[in-house]
C-alpha cells in the first residue's frame, strides 16, 4: 500500500456507471469518472443522458467527462452540467472509437491542436468546477511534441491532465510509454495522472516509477474486477472469494437493473456478467447461458446455479482468458475488509 497515491477509476463507456463505481467503492475508491458524454447529445436530451448523469448520493467524488469537437456545443454543455452535482469536468481527447474520430472529436483533435485549444478555453471560460484533460501521447520515442501540446493545454487554464502512454492508433495494446508521461509530469507545474496497464499493484508500482507521477489511473484492470482497488488503495492482494465474486455479481447487476430498465440492463450487462465469471473457473455451460440472459429472472436461474456450484478446479480445462480483466488468479483467498478510503489529495481536481 502507497498511501500518498491517488488512484482513479477512468472514465469508461458502457463500465462507469453508478452500479460499478458503488462496488469498486466499496474497496476504497474515491475518485471515479462517469462514462464519456457526448455534448451534442446532451443538448438533444438523449434517453441515456439520465443514466450517465446519475451520481449517488453515497458518492464522495465524481468527474463527469464530456466529449464534443464543436466550441459552441460545448460551451452550452459545460453550462447545463455547471448545475448538476459533479465535482470536476474532465475533456476526452483520447477516445481512438471510430464514429467519435470521424466526427473529429476525441483523439482525432490531436491532428488539429489548434481546435482543441480553442475547445479547451470555451471550457475554461464556462466550467465553473475544476477542469481537466484525458488525452495520450503524440508520439512513442519524442516527448517533445507530446510536451509541447500538454504544455499548451495548461496554459489554457485547466486543473489536471491525464496521459495515457498510449498513441490513438494502438488503441487499448502494446505497452505504455511512461517516459513521455514522464516528460509531461516533469515540465507541467499542474497534477498529471498516469494512465495504462494497471492490471496489479505491480503493474502499478511500474507505472509510478516510470512515469514519476503518484496519481495513476485504472481502467480494463477493474472490470469484473473492482477488488483491484483493495489490492491498489487497501493494501491487501487477496484474489476475491466465490461468496464475494457472487454478491459482487449481484450488487452491480441489481444496480443496473435499477438504473435501466431490465431489457437494457442485461443487453448492455451480460459482457459485464461475464467479466465477473471469465477466467475464474467457472463452468463454460453456466457462462454460456449467462451470455444469453435477459431479464432478472432467468439470470437469477443461471445465477442460483453458479452460486451452488462454485468454480471448478483451475486445471479441469473450462477456465479461460477474460477479454478485458487482464491477469487473474483463480486461487481462492480469505475474504478482506472494505470501506476503507485512501487519503483525498486536497488539490485533486
Ligand atoms: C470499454 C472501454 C471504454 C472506454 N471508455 C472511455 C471513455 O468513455 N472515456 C475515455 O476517456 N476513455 C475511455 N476508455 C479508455 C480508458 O479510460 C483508458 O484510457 C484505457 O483503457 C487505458 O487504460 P488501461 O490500459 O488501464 O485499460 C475506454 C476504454 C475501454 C476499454
Given at each position: 500500500?502507497?498511501?500518498?497515491?491517488?488512484?482513479?477509476?477512468?472514465?469508461?463507456?458502457?463500465?462507469?456507471?453508478?452500479?460499478?463505481?458503488?462496488?469498486?467503492?466499496?474497496?476504497?475508491?474515491?475518485?471515479?469518472?462517469?462514462?464519456?458524454?457526448?455534448?451534442?447529445?446532451?443538448?438533444?436530451?438523449?434517453?441515456?443522458?439520465?443514466?450517465?448523469?446519475?451520481?449517488?448520493?453515497?458518492?464522495?467524488?465524481?468527474?463527469?467527462?464530456?466529449?464534443?469537437?464543436?466550441?459552441?456545443?460545448?460551451?452550452?454543455?459545460?453550462?447545463?452540467?455547471?448545475?448538476?452535482?459533479?465535482?470536476?469536468?474532465?475533456?476526452?481527447?483520447?477516445?481512438?472509437?471510430?464514429?467519435?474520430?470521424?466526427?473529429?472529436?476525441?483523439?482525432?483533435?490531436?491532428?488539429?491542436?489548434?481546435?482543441?485549444?480553442?475547445c479547451v478555453r470555451v471550457l475554461?471560460?464556462?466550467?465553473?468546477?475544476?477542469?481537466?484533460?484525458?488525452?495520450?501521447?503524440?508520439?512513442?520515442?519524442?516527448?517533445?511534441?507530446?510536451?509541447?501540446?500538454?504544455?499548451?493545454?495548461?496554459?489554457?487554464?485547466?486543473?489536471?491532465?491525464?496521459?495515457?502512454?498510449?498513441?490513438?492508433?494502438?488503441?487499448?495494446?502494446?505497452?505504455?510509454?511512461?517516459?513521455?508521461?514522464?516528460?509531461?509530469?516533469?515540465?507541467?507545474?499542474?497534477?498529471?495522472?498516469?494512465?495504462?496497464?494497471?492490471?496489479?499493484?505491480?503493474?502499478?508500482?511500474?507505472?509510478?516509477?516510470?512515469?514519476?507521477?503518484?496519481?495513476?489511473?485504472?481502467?480494463?484492470?477493474?472490470?469484473?474486477?473492482?477488488?483491484?482497488?483493495?489490492?491498489?488503495?487497501?493494501?491487501?492482494?487477496?484474489?476475491?472469494?466465490?461468496?464475494?465474486?457472487?454478491?459482487?455479481?449481484?450488487?452491480?447487476?441489481?444496480?443496473?437493473?435499477?438504473?435501466?430498465?431490465?431489457?437494457?440492463?442485461?443487453?448492455?450487462?451480460?459482457?459485464?456478467?461475464?467479466?465477473?465469471?471469465?477466467?475464474?473457473?467457472?463452468?463454460?455451460?453456466?457462462?454460456?447461458?449467462?451470455?444469453?440472459?435477459?431479464?432478472?429472472?432467468?439470470?437469477?436461474?443461471?445465477?442460483?446455479?453458479?452460486?451452488?456450484?462454485?468454480p471448478l478446479a483451475a486445471t479441469?480445462?473450462?477456465?479461460?482468458?477474460?477479454?478485458?480483466?487482464?491477469?487473474?488468479?483463480?486461487?481462492?483467498?480469505?475474504?478482506?475488509?472494505?470501506?476503507?478510503?485512501?487519503?483525498?489529495?486536497?488539490?485533486?481536481?
Amino acid at each position: 500500500m502507497t498511501p500518498t497515491r491517488t488512484y482513479f477509476l477512468a472514465p469508461l463507456a458502457g463500465y462507469s456507471d453508478l452500479p460499478f463505481r458503488r462496488c469498486c467503492r466499496r474497496f476504497g475508491l474515491v475518485y471515479a469518472h462517469t462514462p464519456l458524454l457526448d455534448a451534442g447529445a446532451l443538448l438533444h436530451h438523449d434517453s441515456e443522458n439520465r443514466e450517465i448523469l446519475a451520481r449517488g448520493d453515497d458518492e464522495p467524488w465524481l468527474a463527469v467527462q464530456l466529449m464534443g469537437c464543436r466550441p459552441d456545443d460545448l460551451r452550452q454543455a459545460a453550462a447545463i452540467l455547471n448545475d448538476y452535482p459533479f465535482d470536476a469536468l474532465d475533456f476526452n481527447m483520447g477516445c481512438p472509437v471510430r464514429k467519435v474520430m470521424q466526427r473529429n472529436a476525441g483523439a482525432a483533435l490531436l491532428k488539429t491542436p489548434e481546435l482543441a485549444l480553442d475547445c479547451v478555453r470555451v471550457l475554461r471560460d464556462v466550467v465553473k468546477k475544476p477542469l481537466t484533460v484525458k488525452t495520450r501521447i503524440l508520439s512513442e520515442t519524442d516527448p517533445d511534441a507530446t510536451v509541447r501540446f500538454c504544455l499548451a493545454l495548461q496554459d489554457c487554464g485547466i486543473d489536471g491532465l491525464t496521459i495515457h502512454g498510449r498513441l490513438p492508433q494502438r488503441i487499448y495494446a502494446g505497452p505504455v510509454a511512461m517516459a513521455v508521461i514522464k516528460a509531461v509530469r516533469e515540465a507541467l507545474s499542474i497534477p498529471v495522472t498516469a494512465n495504462g496497464g494497471i492490471f496489479t499493484a505491480a503493474d502499478a508500482d511500474a507505472l509510478a516509477t516510470g512515469s514519476g507521477c503518484d496519481r495513476l489511473m485504472v481502467a480494463r484492470g477493474a472490470i469484473g474486477n473492482p477488488w483491484l482497488f483493495r489490492e491498489l488503495i487497501q493494501g491487501l492482494a487477496a484474489a476475491p472469494t466465490h461468496a464475494e465474486i457472487c454478491a459482487m455479481l449481484l450488487q452491480q447487476v441489481a444496480g443496473m437493473v435499477e438504473l435501466y430498465d431490465e431489457e437494457r440492463a442485461f443487453l448492455a450487462g451480460r459482457k459485464i456478467i461475464l467479466s465477473y465469471l471469465c477466467g475464474r473457473g467457472y463452468r463454460r455451460r453456466l457462462r454460456a447461458q449467462m451470455a444469453i440472459v435477459k431479464t432478472m429472472a432467468e439470470f437469477l436461474a443461471v445465477f442460483r446455479q453458479i452460486e451452488a456450484e462454485g468454480p471448478l478446479a483451475a486445471t479441469d480445462g473450462v477456465s479461460d482468458t477474460p477479454d478485458l480483466a487482464g491477469h487473474r488468479s483463480d486461487v481462492e483467498q480469505p475474504p478482506a475488509t472494505d470501506g476503507v478510503s485512501d487519503t483525498p489529495d486536497q488539490h485533486v481536481p
